[in-house]
């Protein structure tokens, strides 16, 4: 099976100024995940601009559902880190789960959870795009053309007059 991306992130930590602090990677192995390990903001936007590639992931050892790809940009001098195209100054890896309430609770680690096939196929990369990232694209079942069934009708009976 094919890798989804280099690492995928499940859990998120963001400071007072919404800036993430930590993330959990989880290393994709193409038919399993590691368990994961912890790395600051600074190590995430170093691999990101070494060009590795990051998607969020959901769920546990007994559903795992990948999520969206994770792009950043430079503004100010300053890089961020988010799952949409907004060009806005603080990060956003969407609804992913806080690392401090998980790390009170012992929840069983990704590592032996087999993946499910991806859904979407991957468009290639455009001179508009990043040169990191490439984007998932939804594939719309194709329309189905029902023609109208013909409709017999017996013609009216005409009157003869005499």
Known sequence: MSKWADY??????????YLISKIKQHHDNGESISDGEIIDRDTLANNLGHGSKYM??????????IGKNVRYFRADGYHYIRIDHNKVNHDNLGDLPDISKH???E????ASFTKPKPIGEM????VTSSAF?????????????VAPEPVEVAPEPVEVMK
Do not use: C, H, M, W
């Not at 995928?8 to 100024?17: F, P, W």
């Not at 929840?107 to 990704?110: S, W």
């Not at 990232?133 to 053309?145: D, G, I, R, Y």
């Open 8 to 17: 995928l992130i499940s859990e998120v930590e963001y400071d007072s100024n």
């Open 56 to 65: 969020t992931v959901y769920g546990d050892l007994n559903k795992l559902r």
């Open 103 to 105: 790390e009170q609770e």
């Open 107 to 110: 929840k069983p680690a990704l």
């Open 123 to 126: 468009k290639p990369l455009s």
């Open 133 to 145: 990232f490439a984007e998932p694209v939804e594939v719309a079942p194709e329309p189905v053309e």
